[in-house]
């Protein structure tokens, strides 16, 4: 029946960070609020506690691993889903789907849960990837991932597939933030040189996929043309990326280059987007979505995106003045010098919002529990 309490387990690897974590909490969240049950299964990390908080269950099974051992959580899975008259299995990563889908499968139609799969990335097409396609419903968080599914896994039914935008919450990133004094405070005390510069910042992990040597090298073009700017690379090094970091310093090194700063991992990254004077995103390959794009635009922060996948979509829609063709590094130049000379202001978007994201998902969710199959 509409507005039933439902059971929701989601299926992921871990929760330590990024947007798929994310979204996951997100929507255990809501879920929570709207008075349903809520159940993550990963590996864990450091956004349990969260989760918890919020009132959610944490199953703590390494589900993600690429491992033969992993099979042996498919029945186990499967005891589970009956044991908690699970409503709704919800996977959102290839490995923790396939358990789910092997688990779900062995399951009587009449009784089992109903199975949900999220398309996240755009992953090297084959067998082991098609299983994001195997939901009742495959929810596309990009027209990007749409395209993807379709000319990729053409066999899966356009009925199936859901379009749902990811979205930001403007409560967490409110149009036109302004920081606080003490923060300021702080922050021109860690980071003296960028007082009364123009800031570019570089938000994302630091992986190969972020574009960081093409962010360099703008730096040094920049610094070359006489500008002033300052660029802060944000985000935690990879432990098994270390000599990828070691490498862009050496850049920076060879380059002699002042004008680059890495800050680390950062919590406050709303503060050092509202800090910034443009936000980038080069990555050197498409991305399904691009969080780090739409959250400094829902606060009227420019950002200056290469043209592919979800980045370019994001900026057609929210902020076209600042589009770059894929990998054009002089049109990248051109453009930050244009935007620093004369900013182009962001107009308010009420397209991506979480609440949207939100309201679709648990409707899907309603939706599937109440067509439930009587075979």
Known sequence: MPGSRLTVVQLLPALESGGVERGTLEVAAELVRCGHRSIVISQGGRLVPQLLEQGSEHVAWPIGK????????????????????VDILHARSRVPAWIGYLAWRGMPPATRPRFVTTCHGLHRP??????MTYGERVIAVSRTIERYITENFPQTPADKIRLIFRGVDPAEFPWQFA?????????????PQLHGKPVITLPGRITRLKGHTGFIE???????AGSSAQGLIVGGEDENRRGYAGELRELIKRLNLTNVTFTGHRSDIREVYAASTLVLSLTTQSESFGRTVLEPLCMGVPVVGYDRGGVGEILRAVYPAGLVPADDQEALFVKVQELLAAPVPV???EKFTL??????????YDELARDRPTV
């Open 66 to 85: 690429k491992s033969l051992f992993t099979l042996l959580y498919i029945r186990r899975l499967r005891r589970f889903l009956r044991e908690q008259q």
């Open 126 to 131: 084959g067998r082991f990837s098609r299983v």
């Open 179 to 191: 920081v606080t004094p003490q923060w300021q405070s702080r922050w021109r005390s860690e980071h």
């Open 218 to 224: 703008l730096m040094a073009k920049l610094r070359d």
């Open 347 to 349: 107009e308010r978007q």
């Open 355 to 364: 609440r949207s994201m939100l309201d679709q998902t648990l409707a899907l």
